[in-house]
């Protein structure tokens, strides 16, 4: 079965950095396009970052060049760097399968919560 932990999330102020964890088992991630996810207060789910199983990246416009995306498939997890946060990255964080349009069971997420 597979399961997803994520963690790093926090208070942090505008302008501040975090950097999340994604632990996944029950799975050979290395076979898996990978993802980071965000639920804000109100509103739909979003995919932000990927990484490919080839390594290929895409952001979400409202992240690029602020949020890093990266990958260790030997310790079966996937990671984001966010930087220079700002009010509106203010959501439950996910990580979850991602471009093949499934998505296993979510996890607890990690809430990061942007304020002064």
């Known amino acids: 079965q597979v399961q997803v932990v994520e963690s790093g999330g926090g208070l942090v102020q505008p302008g501040g950095s975090l950097r999340l964890s994604c632990v996944t088992s029950?799975?050979?991630?290395?076979?898996?396009?990978m993802g980071w996810y965000r639920q804000a207060p109100g509103k739909q789910r979003e995919l932000v970052a990927s990484?490919?199983?080839?390594?290929?990246?895409s952001y979400t416009d409202s992240v690029k060049g602020r949020f890093t995306i990266s990958r260790d498939n030997a310790k079966s997890t996937v990671y984001l760097q966010m930087s220079s946060l700002n009010p509106e990255d203010t959501a439950i964080y996910y990580c979850n399968r991602a471009r093949d349009g499934f998505t296993w069971n979510w996890g607890q997420g990690t809430q990061v919560t942007v304020s002064s």
């Open positions: 029950g799975i050979y991630i290395r076979i898996y396009n």
């Open positions: 990484i490919g199983r080839d390594g290929s990246i």
